[in-house]
């Protein structure tokens, strides 16, 4: 069992900056970040596999958003500038043991979720 634990949310102005942070308590393959709006669905938005650092994002956040992590604490972080409203949202860790060929942003990809962080952008 993976436990992650996230923080690094709050409350910024359009066109600011957050950071979101993710640890996990032992090795997975892929570790990715998730977000969902009151009344929408849980969508993906970073993916990274652990291994070598590749990675991919949905397309409303590239160019804006980036992931990366730090081997050595086993930790994730989601680098978000010219943040929009749109982008309001809670957002949850995800990770999977598994591994594979191909990048997946399905929920149903990921066994291990954290509690979630609200992000809120203002216009």
């Known amino acids: 069992q993976v436990q992650l634990v996230e923080s690094g949310g709050g409350s910024v102005q359009a066109g600011g900056s957050l950071r979101l942070s993710c640890a996990a308590s032992?090795?997975?393959?892929?570790m990715a970040w998730f977000r969902q709006a009151p009344g929408k669905e849980r969508e993906g938005v970073a993916v990274i596999y652990t291994r070598n650092g590749l990675t991919d994002y949905v397309d409303s956040v590239k160019g804006r958003f980036t992931i990366s992590q730090d081997k050595r604490k086993n930790t994730v972080y989601l680098q978000m500038n010219s943040l929009k409203p749109e982008d309001t949202a809670m957002y949850y860790c995800?990770?999977?043991?598994?591994?594979?060929?191909?990048?997946?942003?399905?929920?149903?990809?990921?066994?291990?979720w954290g509690q979630g962080t609200q992000v809120t952008v203002s216009s």
């Open positions: 995800a990770a999977t043991e598994r591994d594979r060929s191909v990048f997946s942003m399905a929920v149903g990809s990921y066994a291990y």
């Open positions: 032992g090795y997975v393959y892929f």
